[in-house]
């Protein structure tokens, strides 16, 4: 079948990595694809969300069978549009979408149907906002509503963090549209776990939890990033917590999207805070994450074209997914300046470097005349599985560091915090 990839980063590599492997796939494309796809893939430079020229693509170059990954198309009603030309595609239509492109809708599901999450309140006027900071205190958490990068959400630590946070998103637009209105709301404390699951609207399949790390610098210091890493499975996530996650969170999720009208079918993303009371959601997304993807995918032991199918026709339930043993580990290479302002065109150097057993994923590179050069913020991500997790970080630090562009930066304690 031909199969066509939505996206251009480090998870959209994964995905593709994967579907290259199944005997399903015999013909892969890739819109707009980066560097590193562009050897698996034909990468078509095509904006992810330009979904008229998507469609279009899809039906001149009679694709078989779309992946929509990215969170834009998505929340843009990309499936809808290829499903409406008769083009089968993986991913939520934009009306369950809505669950990660805006937190007000996704938190007031929460609360309607008794999932457990942190208490809050949104706003769509700064100074009743500022004036809920005054009243709550610091720490506190501002996010803004809808789509940001992986950005737009703000730990603030006293009050007139938070206030300017809130400014920065309603007064001075950083976030555009998506800033407008915004959601401000406890700040829980734990330990964060990420588990994505397949779901056809009505069978919901846990993957191997994950654990990313968002923050810039060690020690989960400075601003939010997409991600500077990540680990599977998460060490704290026990079958017992895996048993009340389903009983208390991924299930009734379904079910109130099922009650409100709005089927999930693809993948959705559960960010959890495990807190002394129990786990709680901080976030929904709804595809897979960026670097948790390329983590749990090197893992799964299942052809992941036939779970995307299953997906799509509603099979989930007689599917059976397999997953190896054994931890998995993603450190991001990052442009220096990241999540601000960077440089690109770096040419980047020791690819062909890294040992056995370490596969380095493509998120913003570019291929030009046989060399790659930096094309983005995150720019690798340096991927190495083991028989336990210290093996799948050394081995994925070894790669590391036998790769080389002007002002690369790395967290250098991924799975360590």
Known sequence: MKVLVIGGGGREHAICRKLAQSPHVTELLCAPGNGGISEIAECVPIAAADIHKIVELAASSAVDFVVVAPDDPLA??????????GIPAFGPRKNAAIIESSKIFSKNLMKKYGIPTADFQSFTEIASAIAFIREKGAPI???????????????????????????G??????FGKAGASVVIEECLSGTEVTVLAFCDGKTVVPMVSS???????????????GGMGAIAPAPLYTPELARICEERIFKPTIDALNSEGRPFSGVIYFGLMLTDKGPCVIEYNARFGDPEAQSVLE????????????????????????WKSGSAACVVMASGGYPGDYAKGKPISG?????????????????ENGQYTTNGGRVLGVTATGAALDDALG???????AINFENAHYRRDIGRT
């Open 395 to 401: 081995l994925a630090y070894s790669g590391v560091k």
């Open 141 to 167: 958490v501002v996010k803004a509503d809808g789509l940001a990068l992986g950005k737009g959400v703000v730990v603030a630590q006293t009050e007139d963090e938070a206030i300017a946070a809130v400014r």
């Open 211 to 225: 654990k990313d790390h968002k923050r810039v610098f060690d020690g989960d210091r400075g601003p939010n990033t």
């Open 169 to 174: 998103m309603m007064e001075d637009g950083r």
């Open 299 to 322: 893992l799964l032991d299942t052809d992941l074209f036939e779970v995307f199918r299953a997906v799509r026709e509603g099979r989930l339930a007689e599917t059976p997914i397999k």
């Open 351 to 367: 690819l062909s470097d890294v040992p056995d057993g370490v596969f380095v994923y493509h998120a913003g590179t570019k291929s």
């Open 76 to 85: 843009l009603g990309l499936v809808d549009e290829l499903e409406n030309a």
